[in-house]
């Protein structure tokens, strides 16, 4: 039957005017006698008739004239009447009636997004946490823990959380730990803030000029750059546009700095930066918290400061800064983020845009407004929390065909070249870890201050640790960058913020689990040609299994979330990636376990 993934081609997205192929294959038990391809956009709707191969196979090239959302199903004339064909839970085609259409997404431009940024591995790194090597200065207005194994402080019930317990991590500790992230097989480096903030997460922007000297000197920060590229990886910045901190140069709540800030008089040069109800106490936040006023993103000089000669993303780009990760994207105005788009291109055009994203970018409606996110004037690619979601469940739930219809989905909705730039993770700073989400562990009724100290140990931390591998065997290998939030690789467990913010635990990793991160990291690093390639997934509704194609380079994964041993035949020699051994057509993949195949 029908599957968008292999009967469709370009693969994934289409563009305006672009010549397209479909194929609609169907049993002669249908005894179909014409096929129609509807295609729909909102009320307009157009079919096609589709022409008919020597081989009984139904086609049609065609052209779309317009960008946007576009959807399509199957109508088949049969003696008996019409048959109508729609995607099932797979994303592969049924026949009934009232089947959800499959969707067609058309972009505006035929856009490129950065090579060097492909078939890698992403490490997020929140700034405070990870490493610390030596004391920088300390100034702010919290506390700096003097043991870097405590645990994070937590607000108690009813209290506001004020971020503002430090650990110090700083530019030097990652320095220190780049051959560590190497042995990873990292390639892009992914920094939370690091510009000059006074909570310990800094999306509370102060100076957006300013590298935070508790976490190191701009110099230092250069040295950071080079000796990662001379690694083989890049930086990627946490840009933190639509608001910044009540306590910074251009709000100047508490009257730290020099400056005239937009709270102390209406006649600063950054009034207009901020929306007032009732000056100067009263102003529009980020969800309501006044430590981050929201930005007038419509203000000139706002965005001079962003945009222009000797702004923000020139003076970081030009640094060598290699890729910017957008903060509540959602929030920033269209054409502002086709000014981001437009400006770091201009400055650097190998340099990767992300944006963050929680649902399917490709449809994502904000303010009531529609994204157009993949038109070819915004973003290369999303942090993808679709991916995160399917196989988070699937690793506990085990549903092979509701896996791969979510995981589908993604894969035809978003154009191909930001699919392979797509960030995958399985947790982040904003979510509980992974672990912790995989032990089901019970917390029904606890508090923040109970829940800090719990520890997934015994069956729960076994029933983790299991599907955790399952988890990874899919992320590593699906399109896109597997994204590490640090301390994963290591065991690090935490809830909900500030407890999934803990120090990295060095001297104190999970083995276990740190070998199974860089067995992955060495097997992906051996596939980067194959993982460049198209992706599609077998059949088979007991293992997930799938095919990573490009030109004559295939890879295949075979990942068994059952209490059974499964045996698999194929009719090509390949290399088990997990031994080196040739398998000869057939492989037996070990219960709750994964096979990587390279065929020869």
């Known amino acids: 039957m029908f599957n968008p993934l292999i009967h469709k081609k370009p693969y994934g997205a289409t563009v305006v005017g672009k010549e397209n192929y479909i194929e609609f294959p169907l049993d002669s038990d249908f005894r179909v006698k014409r096929v129609r391809f509807i295609l729909r956009k909102d009320d307009r709707s157009y079919a096609y008739e589709m022409s008919k ?17 576009w959807y399509y199903r199957f109508e088949a004339d049969t003696d008996g009447g019409i048959l109508y064909f729609g995607q099932g839970e797979d994303g592969v085609a049924v026949c009934g009636e009232w089947l959800p259409e499959w969707q067609l997404t058309v972009s505006k431009i035929d856009y490129k997004t950065p090579e060097w940024a492909k078939a890698g591995i992403i490490y997020h790194i929140f700034a405070d946490r990870f490493c610390k090597v030596g004391d920088n200065p300390f100034d702010k207005d919290g506390t700096l823990h003097k043991d870097w194994y405590e645990n994070p402080v937590v607000a108690n019930q009813g209290e506001e959380y004020r971020a503002d317990d430090f650990f110090g991590g700083n530019i030097k500790g990652i ?18 803030p690091v510009f000059e903030s006074f909570s310990n997460h800094r999306y509370d922007t102060a100076d957006y000029f300013k590298i935070d000297p508790l976490f190191g000197s701009e110099q230092e920060f250069k040295e950071l750059i080079k000796q990662a590229k001379d690694r083989g990886m890049y930086i990627m910045l946490d840009g933190v546009f639509n608001h910044t901190g009540s306590d910074s140069i251009y709000f100047n709540k508490k009257g730290r700095y020099p400056t005239l800030g937009a709270y102390q008089s209406k006649e600063s040069p950054y009034y207009d930066w901020y929306y007032f109800y009732d000056f100067p106490d009263s102003y529009h936040c980020w969800w309501g918290s006044t430590v981050v006023p929201t930005v007038n993103k419509s203000s000139e000089s706002y965005r001079k400061m962003i945009f222009g000669k000797g702004g923000v993303f020139d003076k970081w780009t030009s640094l060598g800064v290699k890729g910017w990760r957008l903060d509540v994207v959602d929030e920033l105005p269209i054409d502002f983020v086709n000014q981001i788009r437009s400006c770091v ?21 904000a303010y009531s407004q529609w994204r157009p996110y993949f038109m070819g004037e915004q973003l290369d690619g999303v942090m993808n929390y679709p991916f995160k979601e399917a196989i988070l469940e699937f690793a506990m739930r085990g ?10 989905k993604i894969m035809q909705n978003y154009p191909k070249q930001s699919l392979d730039v797509l960030l995958n993770m399985l947790d982040s700073h904003d979510t509980v870890r992974v672990l912790n989400t995989l032990a089901e562990y019970p917390i029904d009724g606890t508090t923040k201050k109970e829940r800090l100290e719990i520890k997934i140990r015994g069956e729960f931390l076994d029933r983790a640790k299991l599907r955790l591998k399952v988890a990874l065997s899919l992320l590593y290998f699906l399109p896109g960058n597997p994204c590490v939030y640090y301390g994963d690789e290591a065991g690090l467990t935490g809830y909900e913020d500030p407890m999934n913010r803990k120090t990295y635990p060095w001297g104190f990793e999970d ?20 993982m460049l390639g198209e992706t ?22 075979f990942v068994n979330n059952t209490p059974n041993s499964i045996t698999r035949q194929f009719d090509f020699d390949a290399i088990n990636m997990l031994d080196d051994r040739t398998c000869h057509g057939k492989i037996t993949v070990e219960p709750y376990g994964f096979a990587v195949l390279k065929k020869e």
């Open 53 to 69: 191969t020597q081989d009984g196979v139904f086609f049609l090239n065609f052209k779309i004239s317009e960008y946007g959302i």
């Open 345 to 365: 291109k201009k400055i650097d055009s190998d340099c990767l845009i992300i944006g963050e994203v929680w649902e399917d970018a490709s449809t994502k409606v």
């Open 536 to 557: 599609y997934f077998d059949g088979d509704e007991e293992i997930v299994h799938i095919v990573r194609v490009n030109g004559k380079k295939r890879a295949d994964i």
């Open 175 to 192: 320095i220190s730990k780049l051959d560590y992230l190497k042995s990873l097989g990292v390639t892009i480096i992914y920094l939370s």
């Open 511 to 530: 083995k276990e689990i740190l070998d199974f991160y860089t067995k992955l990291g060495h097997i992906r690093s051996m596939l980067k040609e194959e």
């Open 399 to 408: 549903n092979v065909k509701k896996l791969k219809g979510s995981l589908s």
